[in-house]
């Protein structure tokens, strides 16, 4: 017998004791299955255990005593993999977990449609309603506060042209009207112009009215219920019928319009692009003119004739470019009325306010 069996012997019969061979364990788990699986045991031939056999075993039995009698220990509960968050790329963001959420019921689902035709029904009306139209300003302060920045009117004077005129110099251009052979109608509210202007026109007289702001703001155009050529030819589309319509109105029993300017001497300017507010103050029978005391300049026609050019015509530009799309207006037409006519001395009415109307 080799040196090695007595060895050999004493792993197969340990083995055996603890039950340890590959039938009951994996080999993976036991290390001396793993002895075994390198150097397989060789066949020995029986009989009685040599004297080295004998001692080895008593040895293994004495140092296995403890093993075998030590109560067994329960098997650990295999240890949770710790959760580790996801490892991403460089620049992707990590999702977290979604969080868990209570069943969806079919009365939720059905609150949700019910919702989305709602705000499908809103959203319907918005788009069939048409956009609200931008209300063009009237008055000369409602431009300056809404267009203040516009290159139609950035450098118009407005502190110098739209103020109401002083006491003293309402009271000169009274009276510098009133020797130019104008009658003058004083009034400060629109309210108390407005009466006056209804007062002027008798019933069933034919009427037109050149392009005012003024008659707009104290509400003369809307009370309007005479015969009116200048409301007729805004509604007539046949060319020619507007103008017929045109002419006639030219020559109404009573026209109606604004000065731009008004000299404290007692001249009236009024200027116009195509001769609409023009034309009528030739060939009316009769001329009402209404105005705010911003209109007064002291002096003569010429310093008429810059307010005109420096303030009215830039303001009145951006009015018609806002409501006709064109680019700007301009002075083609002016009319300079500085007195009365003899054979008509109550031709000229000058209704003229304490307040700021017109530009």
Excluded: C
Aim: no cysteine.
């Amino acid at each position: 017998m080799s040196e090695q069996t007595p060895i050999k012997n004493f792993f197969r019969r340990l083995s055996q004791k603890f039950n340890l061979d590959k039938k009951s364990t994996p080999a993976a788990s036991s290390p001396l299955a793993a002895v075994k699986e390198d150097k397989p045991a060789t066949a020995e031939p029986a009989g009685e255990p040599s004297s080295a056999d004998a001692a080895a075993t008593k040895e293994v039995e004495v140092a296995a005593a403890p093993v075998a009698e030590a109560p067994a220990t329960p098997a650990a509960e295999p240890a949770k993999e710790a959760e580790t968050p996801a490892v991403t790329e460089p620049g992707k963001a990590v999702e977290a977990p979604a969080a868990e959420t209570a069943p969806v019921t079919e009365a939720a689902k059905e609150e949700v449609k019910e919702e989305v035709k709602e705000e499908k029904k809103e959203e319907a009306k918005e788009e069939a309603a048409p956009a609200p139209e931008k209300k063009i300003p009237v008055s000369a302060a409602e431009f300056q506060k809404e267009y203040k920045d516009h290159p139609l009117i950035a450098d118009a004077d407005f502190a110098k042209y739209n103020a109401p005129a002083s006491g003293e110099l309402y009271a000169e251009a009274v009276e510098g009207l009133t020797k130019a052979g104008f009658i003058v109608h004083q009034v400060a509210t629109k309210e108390e112009a407005l009466e006056v202007l209804k007062g002027l026109a008798p019933e069933g007289a034919s009427v037109s009215n050149g392009s005012s702001t003024g008659l707009i703001e104290v509400g003369f155009i809307d009370f309007l219920k005479y015969k009116n050529f200048h409301a007729l030819l805004l509604a007539e589309q046949d060319q020619a019928k507007a103008a017929k319509l045109r002419q006639e109105g030219y020559s109404a029993d009573y026209f109606f319009a604004s000065p731009n300017a008004i000299s404290s001497s007692g001249s009236l300017i009024t200027a116009d692009l195509t001769g609409t507010k023009t034309a009528g103050l030739i060939a009316s029978s009769n001329v009402v003119f209404f105005a705010g005391s911003n209109k007064i300049v002291a002096g003569g026609i010429e310093e008429a004739h810059k307010r005109v050019e420096d303030f009215a015509v830039k303001v009145e530009s951006l009015r018609a470019h806002l409501v006709y799309g064109v680019e700007r207006s301009v002075a083609n037409n002016i009319v300079v009325l500085s007195g009365s006519n003899p054979w008509g001395p109550k031709r000229i009415h000058v209704v003229l306010s304490t307040e700021a109307y017109g530009f």
